[in-house]
């Protein structure tokens, strides 16, 4: 893409009048997350790291909230953080108002890797969280069996997950965290080992699944496509330390498709992420140190 | 498809060639014992005398140099007194394979030679059942111990500094001990075997324990799990399967140890059976006795193996009913024993 063509874009941050109602009526509804100061440090031999510094964030009932920045950010911290699986230096997390101490069922969590139950089929893997928060066994097989159907794999209830397609897996994971019954959906990289054509799928599914289920996405990505495709509002980190880079309300109107990727709203968004996540990468090539290594007239570009 | 080569890195073989090698595995061994056997110009280092002659402490059936039937021989031609006649053979320990394939069906047959002594099956059932207590009693409290190590800190700070160190004491020096605290009969035999077993299971068991996935206790919490049900929903059922598996390669080690545990006290079991006939010279019955510990081990394991498959569906795909028994066991379950 030439800088003709950048320059041809409109400014990420107008909003056609849709957009920008509907950005209204998410901002009328209640907080559900609330994220005041937070910081995380380790301790390290070479002293202390800051992963995170002073992250301030708010999100409203069934937002999708995508949080992107350049490796080495603290994206996965966060989300750990968020989840209670790790805790903060300083600062809270609060979840309707309740500060967050702990893993709890109210934040389910989709994580990268599969984290399936392997001795679990698919129906018993999303009857997991019903069953531990004390719901008899057929009420929980019901509406596991509801879940699976709504995940399109009623056919794959009694297989096993290494029975499974990576994508597949990471569907049932889906299913199996919303089934439990959570506020929010915390999903760290989940479809970074797909393929891209799966990816592609998953991201639709998802769309499909959040539409019809009262829930608020928080979904970590290095993807920025993905991020534009998927999200409300995008938080942009910066690394070292973490901090609050820029927080975007993502001009493209929904319904989403895959269309949208070339329309202008998008490529603004996208160019406005390249510039405040690569700030230097993509202008110029870098020069291997290499010599010619082929014959004369044999050349391939 | 590309011809298959028998030598590439890192690559299975096809199933055929697979079980031609297991059998050519069993096979090469007894070819080569039987060449040594029945081939007289590999090894033959003796002769059975058939003929004694005039040598006067030659008698037929005995066993002598090669090197000495020549001198003596020699000795009576010189004398003009008849020579012995004999057959090049091995020693008597190293008896035939027909020989002991025959003595796999008459050990059985044999009455012991003293009354009051064990059939060979006899023997065998006793070292069975030894072996049978020593490494259950060791499995039902290692077991649990090693998986509690694995999953708490606090059981693995406090209990495997003790047994790291007690693993490197040998079993069989506890066997005077064992004997004067628990009698001559079986019960100081079990305590030895369940000495070899016990200590190295507890810290194989740990350690498989602590393999357990991280990611698969972060997913269990997030979903509500309390640290009762992270443990016997998620810690047990994803170490059963490696904890199996190490329980086979253990009860291989309990083997080992038995035959140390049945000198103690009151000798008894195959052990016996070996040294009594190893007495009489009786060396066809000690192979026969030897190879068959080893059909049984070897037995076990293949019947482990298969039943391995059948309770841990998820490791093969197929199902089964002791699968559904298990999946009900490990699924997520209303009542547990430690319910918030």
Same mark, same amino acid.
């Given at each position: 893409?030439?800088?003709?063509?950048?320059?041809?874009?409109?400014?990420?941050?107008?909003?056609?009048?849709?957009?920008?109602?509907?950005?209204?009526?998410?901002?009328?509804?209640?907080?559900?997350?609330?994220?005041?100061?937070?910081?995380?440090?380790?301790?390290?031999?070479?002293?202390?790291?800051?992963?995170?510094?002073?992250?301030?964030?708010?999100?409203?009932?069934?937002?999708?909230?995508?949080?992107?920045?350049?490796?080495?950010?603290?994206?996965?911290?966060?989300?750990?953080?968020?989840?209670?699986?790790?805790?903060?230096?300083?600062?809270?997390?609060?979840?309707?108002?309740?500060?967050?101490?702990?893993?709890?069922?109210?934040?389910?969590m989709?994580?990268?890797?599969?984290?399936?139950?392997?001795?679990?089929?698919?129906?018993?893997?999303?009857?997991?969280?019903?069953?531990?928060?004390?719901?008899?066994?057929?009420?929980?097989?019901?509406?596991?069996?509801?879940?699976?159907?709504?995940?399109?794999?009623?056919?794959?209830?009694e297989?096993?997950?290494?029975?499974?397609?990576?994508g597949?897996?990471?569907?049932?994971?889906?299913?199996?965290?919303?089934?439990?019954?959570?506020?929010?959906?915390?999903?760290?990289?989940?479809?970074?080992?797909?393929?891209?054509?799966?990816?592609?799928?998953?991201?639709?599914?998802l769309?499909?699944?959040?539409?019809?289920?009262?829930?608020?996405?928080?979904?970590?990505?290095?993807?920025?496509?993905?991020?534009?495709?998927?999200?409300?509002?995008?938080?942009?980190?910066?690394?070292?330390?973490?901090?609050?880079?820029?927080?975007?309300?993502?001009?493209?109107?929904?319904?989403?498709?895959?269309?949208?990727?070339?329309?202008?709203?998008?490529?603004?968004?996208?160019?406005?992420?390249?510039?405040?996540?690569?700030?230097?990468?993509?202008?110029?090539?870098?020069?291997?140190?290499?010599?010619?290594?082929?014959?004369?007239?044999?050349?391939?570009? | 498809?590309?011809?298959?080569?028998?030598?590439?890195?890192?690559?299975?073989?096809?199933?055929?060639?697979?079980?031609?090698?297991?059998?050519?595995?069993?096979?090469?061994?007894?070819?080569?014992w039987?060449?040594?056997?029945?081939?007289?110009?590999?090894?033959?280092?003796?002769?059975?005398?058939?003929?004694?002659?005039?040598?006067?402490?030659?008698?037929?059936?005995?066993?002598?140099?090669?090197a000495?039937?020549?001198?003596e021989?020699?000795?009576?031609?010189?004398?003009?007194?008849?020579?012995?006649?004999?057959?090049?053979?091995?020693?008597?320990?190293?008896?035939?394979?027909?020989?002991?394939?025959?003595?796999?069906?008459?050990?059985?047959?044999?009455?012991?030679?003293?009354?009051?002594?064990?059939?060979?099956?006899?023997?065998?059932?006793?070292?069975?059942?030894?072996?049978?207590?020593?490494?259950?009693?060791?499995?039902?409290i290692?077991?649990?111990?090693?998986?509690?190590?694995?999953?708490?800190?606090?059981?693995?700070?406090?209990?495997e500094p003790?047994?790291?160190?007690?693993?490197?004491?040998?079993?069989?020096? +506890?066997?005077?001990?064992?004997? $004067?605290?628990?009698?001559?009969? &079986?019960?100081?035999?079990? %305590? /030895? !075997?369940? @000495? #070899?077993?016990?200590?190295?299971?507890?810290?194989?068991?740990?350690?498989?324990?602590?393999?357990?996935?991280?990611?698969?206790?972060?997913?269990?919490?997030?979903?509500?799990?309390?640290?009762?049900?992270?443990?016997?929903?998620?810690?047990?059922?994803?170490?059963?399967?490696?904890?199996?598996?190490?329980?086979?390669?253990?009860?291989?080690?309990?083997?080992?140890?038995?035959?140390?545990?049945?000198?103690?006290?009151?000798?008894?079991?195959?052990? +016996?059976?070996?040294?009594?006939? $190893?007495?009489?010279?009786?060396f &066809?019955?000690?192979?026969? %006795? /030897? !190879?068959? @510990? #080893?059909?049984?081990?070897?037995?076990?394991?293949?019947?482990?193996?298969?039943?391995?498959?059948?309770?841990?569906?998820?490791?093969t795909?197929?199902?089964?009913?002791?699968?559904?028994f298990l999946?009900?066991?490990?699924?997520?379950?209303?009542?547990?024993?430690?319910?918030?």
């Amino acid at each position: 893409m030439t800088d003709d063509t950048f320059a041809l874009l409109p400014d990420y941050r107008k909003q056609s009048p849709e957009v920008a109602a509907r950005f209204q009526k998410i901002k009328e509804r209640e907080v559900i997350l609330r994220i005041e100061n937070l910081t995380r440090e380790f301790s390290t031999e070479q002293g202390t790291v800051t992963a995170l510094r002073d992250i301030d964030f708010q999100a409203h009932r069934r937002e999708f909230v995508c949080v992107i920045g350049p490796s080495g950010c603290g994206k996965s911290t966060f989300i750990r953080l968020l989840a209670g699986l790790d805790y903060p230096t300083a600062g809270r997390v609060l979840l309707d108002g309740i500060e967050v101490d702990g893993p709890g069922p109210d934040r389910g969590m989709v994580f990268q890797g599969y984290t399936l139950f392997p001795w679990l089929t698919v129906k018993r893997n999303v009857m997991f969280g019903l069953r531990m928060q004390g719901m008899g066994a057929t009420q929980a097989e019901r509406e596991a069996l509801q879940w699976v159907e709504l995940i399109g794999l009623d056919k794959y209830a009694e297989s096993y997950p290494a029975q499974l397609s990576g994508g597949m897996k990471q569907r049932v994971a889906i299913a199996r965290a919303l089934a439990a019954n959570p506020r929010i959906l915390l999903m760290d990289e989940p479809f970074g080992a797909l393929d891209a054509q799966t990816r592609g799928q998953m991201q639709s599914h998802l769309l499909q699944i959040w539409k019809h289920v009262d829930v608020t996405i928080l979904f970590i990505t290095h993807d920025l496509d993905e991020a534009i495709y998927l999200a409300d509002r995008i938080l942009v980190l910066k690394a070292n330390p973490g901090e609050v880079n820029e927080i975007i309300e993502v001009p493209v109107p929904r319904p989403r498709s895959p269309e949208q990727f070339v329309s202008p709203e998008f490529l603004a968004t996208r160019r406005r992420l390249e510039e405040l996540i690569h700030p230097t990468a993509g202008r110029r090539e870098e020069r291997l140190p290499i010599f010619k290594l082929t014959q004369a007239g044999d050349e391939v570009e | 498809m590309p011809k298959s080569r028998w030598l590439t890195v890192g690559k299975e073989l096809p199933a055929n060639r697979r079980l031609l090698l297991a059998v050519l595995s069993f096979l090469i061994p007894v070819a080569i014992w039987g060449a040594v056997s029945y081939v007289p110009f590999l090894w033959h280092p003796q002769v059975r005398i058939e003929d004694p002659g005039d040598v006067l402490y030659f008698d037929a059936g005995d066993r002598v140099e090669l090197a000495l039937f020549r001198e003596e021989n020699q000795r009576m031609l010189d004398a003009g007194m008849s020579p012995a006649q004999g057959v090049r053979a091995n020693p008597v320990f190293l008896p035939a394979p027909h020989e002991v394939a025959v003595a796999f069906y008459t050990a059985f047959k044999t009455p012991p030679r003293r009354t009051g002594d064990a059939w060979l099956h006899e023997s065998l059932w006793h070292s069975i059942t030894i072996i049978f207590w020593g490494f259950t009693l060791s499995t039902l409290i290692g077991v649990p111990l090693g998986v509690m190590c694995g999953a708490f800190s606090l059981f693995s700070r406090l209990i495997e500094p003790f047994v790291e160190f007690f693993r490197y004491l040998p079993a069989p020096a +506890f066997g005077a001990l064992a004997v $004067a605290i628990l009698g001559i009969n &079986d019960a100081p035999k079990i %305590a /030895i !075997i369940f @000495i #070899g077993t016990f200590f190295q299971q507890v810290l194989i068991v740990a350690n498989t324990t602590r393999r357990v996935e991280p990611a698969l206790l972060e997913a269990a919490q997030t979903l509500g799990a309390s640290r009762a049900q992270l443990f016997t929903r998620v810690v047990v059922p994803a170490a059963i399967t490696d904890i199996y598996n190490d329980l086979r390669i253990l009860l291989g080690w309990a083997w080992t140890y038995l035959i140390v545990a049945e000198l103690i006290g009151r000798s008894s079991g195959i052990t +016996f059976f070996i040294s009594q006939q $190893a007495r009489y010279r009786n060396f &066809d019955n000690v192979f026969a %006795a /030897i !190879i068959m @510990i #080893g059909i049984i081990g070897l037995g076990t394991d293949m019947v482990l193996s298969w039943m391995g498959k059948r309770l841990f569906p998820w490791k093969t795909g197929k199902g089964g009913r002791l699968a559904g028994f298990l999946g009900r066991l490990f699924g997520p379950r209303e009542q547990t024993v430690f319910t918030r």
